[in-house]
């Protein structure tokens, strides 16, 4: 995707105030492929929120994890340490547990490597989150050393 300009970047924020679900939906995905990011982070937030319909959140939760960027992650990290509800909580556990780009090597590594940078984000619920899911992944020697014992 192109990089947006400031009209369609005003635009992009405009309708994500839109009482349509599909309209917001494709303003998350424009402004999370933003990069003027830092400029949009709130309007991002409140969409990766959104009280009104569970694709809003989806779809901009996995637009911002295929930046395959740091703080395309801390968006949704950010958003699932402060979500308050359960469908919010869900959907972005979802994005964040069900990337396939980190079912490869190259984007296992990458996660693991943002993930560490973000246990010492100045946000606690940032850092936390980050925390928590590096104790989830066990380190790619493990995974190694088990495969070579099952062989």
Do not use: F, N
């Amino acid at each position: 995707m192109e990089p947006l300009g400031d009209q369609e970047l005003s635009t992009a924020i405009e309708s994500a105030a839109s009482p349509s679900w599909s309209v917001r939906g494709a303003a998350g995905r424009q402004l999370a492929s933003s990069d003027k990011i830092e400029e949009v982070a709130d309007v991002l937030h409140r969409l990766l929120l959104d009280a009104q319909d569970t694709w809003v959140i989806q779809e901009t939760a996995e637009a911002l994890l295929e930046r395959k960027d740091t703080i395309g992650l801390r968006c949704v990290l950010l958003a699932y340490s402060q979500a308050d509800t359960h469908d919010a909580v869900d959907h972005l556990g979802a994005a964040l547990d069900c990337d396939p780009e980190w079912m490869t090597t190259e984007g296992a590594d990458r996660l693991i490597k943002q993930l560490r940078t973000l246990a010492t984000d100045e946000d606690p619920g940032v850092r936390d989150e980050a925390l928590q899911s590096l104790a989830k992944l066990r380190p790619r020697e493990e995974w190694a050393h088990d495969s070579e014992t099952d062989s």
